[in-house]
């Protein structure tokens, strides 16, 4: 009876070891096939080449450039599924993702690849889905995600870039080219350069803008289907349109053009000609510099506010407003004025007219010619009332 006992215990502890080790086993074998180890690769190149990152399966991307003649690229995260395949062709290095099952559905599995390049190389990469950073790169950036941010700093570099659904992010870089998102903000950061920002669905932000004082570069292209546009400084000027949102400028050089369908426009220093326009809003912009130096025309209009424009007091120029007044506002006819630090001579029609085959309105006329009449001044708004002031 002992001698079964003790069999029977060798046994019992044989098969605790025993699936101990087989359960042992099965767990190393799921971490593989979770993809628990990294992939790792490395090849020798030289700066003046670019590598392209193309990802069908998604993943997020993180490019950095670094002062090695070597790209090195890792791959991290859920693996288990996709195969990746890392190609040479003299100084380029392709990366590129598919699916082992041809029929699986997108779902990154929090993979990311990694790459660092030399300083000077240029970047192309497609994912279906991730965020991608780019940083500490010289050279072209042109690329695309389906879903995610799109980050760049401390770059110079021509961009064509875009994301289908996340927020882009510029800061401290030299750039050109263009940006859009379609579905988030747009941030810049110690921006030099002229790049054309884009959104279908969010709000433009621009702050500690510098210039190089080039003759074509740097001016500031922005343009928003439903947003908002703050600028810090345009230098070199501005083209500034947004469907939906104000629009506000602290400091534009030689030109501003600013549209919005909706919001009001504001620009608190304006060093040259002024074209602006909203459908529905008031506008307030402000003329500095030397009055004679550079273009100076100015043209603003609104279908629905005040308008208030200051210029310097030695302006030469030649001065029209009009001031529609409709039946339908909700205002008295005796609140649309004209206020001018300027000598103006004033015409008000107080009877309904029809001009243009419009609609009948009331009107209230101004013009008048200063220090010569040299630049045009056309102020148009319905509803509302004009200052013209001296700064």
């Known amino acids: 009876m002992k001698k079964l006992f003790i069999v029977a215990a060798i046994m019992a502890v044989s098969f605790v070891f025993n699936n101990a080790a087989s359960c042992n086993s099965s767990l190393e074998a799921k971490s593989k096939m979770d993809g628990g180890d990294s992939i790792k690769k490395e090849f020798n190149v030289k700066p003046e080449g670019e590598v392209n990152i193309n990802l069908k399966t998604g993943a997020s991307i993180e490019v950095k450039g670094w002062d090695k003649d070597l790209l090195s690229a890792e791959v991290s995260g859920n693996t288990s599924k996709v195969d990746f395949n890392f190609e040479q062709n003299d100084n380029d290095i392709e990366i590129s993702s598919e699916y082992k099952d041809k029929g699986h559905s997108h779902n990154d599995h929090g993979i990311k690849v990694t790459v660092y390049v030399p300083q000077k190389y240029d970047v192309r990469f497609y994912t279906m889905g991730g965020q991608v950073d780019v940083d500490h790169v010289e050279g072209k950036i042109n690329g695309k995600t389906m879903g995610g941010n799109l980050n760049f700093s401390d770059l110079k570099a021509d961009l064509d870039v875009m994301t289908m659904g996340g927020q882009i992010n510029f800061k401290n870089s030299d750039l050109e080219g263009l940006a859009k998102t379609m579905g988030g903000n747009v941030f810049l950061e110690n921006v030099r350069g002229s790049v054309d920002a884009s959104t279908m669905g969010g709000n433009v932000k621009q702050i500690n803008a510098t210039s190089d004082n080039k003759t074509n570069a740097d001016v500031v292209n922005v343009k ?40 009001n426009i504001t620009a608190k220093e304006v060093d040259g000609e002024i074209n602006a326009k909203t459908l529905g809003g ?44 409709t039946k339908n ?11 001018s630090d300027f000598n103006i001579v004033e015409n008000r029609i107080d009877k309904w007219e029809t001009r243009n085959d419009e609609q009948k309105k009331k009107y209230v006329l101004g013009s008048g010619e200063i220090n010569g009449g040299k630049n045009k001044i056309t102020i148009k708004t319905y509803n509302g009332s004009v200052y013209l002031k001296k700064s």
């Open 224 to 263: 928003t289907m439903g947003g908002e546009i703050s600028i810090d400084k345009a230098p070199n000027g501005a083209n500034l349109k947004t469907l939906g949102g104000n629009i506000s400028i602290n400091y534009a050089g030689k030109f501003l053009k600013a549209e919005t369908l909706g919001g």
């Open 282 to 325: 008031n506008v307030d912009v402000t003329m500095t510099g030397n009055p004679e130096e550079g273009k100076r025309d100015v043209t603003i209009s609104s279908l629905g506010g005040d308008i208030t424009l200051t210029v310097p007091k030695d302006l030469s120029m030649s001065v029209e407003i009009e001031i529609s007044y």
């Open 329 to 339: 506002s909700d205002k008295d006819f005796s609140d649309c004025k004209i206020y």
